[in-house]
């Protein structure tokens, strides 16, 4: 009597446990966060090795 008392037991338990089912699992979204590269940088070495070569012809 007792195992049947027992495992009634633990049958409403395990229904209960599951009566709203399985969610789906929650992911967030990676952030990625890149650097903005300037346009601007991308000319002043150039100019940068003109004056010097410019200054170094002009001695």
Known sequence: MKKLVLAAAM?????????????????????VVEDAASSSSNIVVPLLVLAILAVALDN
Not at 14 to 28: H, I, L, R
């Open 11 to 31: 049958t409403a338990a395990a229904s209960t446990a599951f009566a709203g089912g399985m969610d789906k699992a929650m992911m967030e979204p990676e952030v």
